[in-house]
């Protein structure tokens, strides 16, 4: 039985697709029952990410700086303070040629490092991955970025 109460938009690419729409409901189902377990686990293996990359950008003395909020992790290429996108970008303008060298290093080891910056690790991501990430982030900040 269709309840006629509720009113649901639907809009995007897939949005006429009824197999997307259950999939989709599906995966959030999934994700609000296993909520605490997927997001603790993103959270943990994105604090170790940050906490290992900043202190060797701060030991290597290399003009970057990463963020992040829960699982949601930006590395920002200016060892500034950052407020806002704004600023950000602004102190990032000096860098734009080796932030570009860095990217192409990255996605010769295999690691696709987006031009928003914006780095999510996925709950498949394991222990061991986000260390083959750091090693090359690492190599990558060494031999790229000012």
Do not use: C, W
Not at 62 to 71: E, G, P, Q
């Amino acid at each position: 039985m269709i309840n006629k109460k509720i009113k649901v938009f639907f809009g995007g690419t897939f949005s006429g697709n009824s197999q997307t729409a259950y999939i989709g409901k599906i995966t959030t189902n999934y994700l609000y029952k296993n909520k605490k377990k997927i997001f603790s686990l993103l959270n943990k293996r994105s604090n170790y990410f940050q906490n290992n990359l900043n202190a060797f950008i701060k030991k290597n003395k290399i003009n970057a700086k990463v963020y992040r909020f829960h699982s949601l992790i930006r590395l920002v290429f200016t060892n500034q303070v950052v407020n806002n996108r704004l600023q950000r970008d602004f102190l990032e303008t000096k860098n734009l040629n080796n932030i570009k060298k860095f990217r192409s290093f990255l996605l010769k080891k295999g690691i696709y490092y987006p031009s928003n910056g914006i780095i999510f690790f996925s709950s498949k991501t394991s222990n061991h991955d986000v260390k083959k990430i750091l090693y090359y982030f690492k190599e990558g900040l060494i031999k790229n970025i000012n």
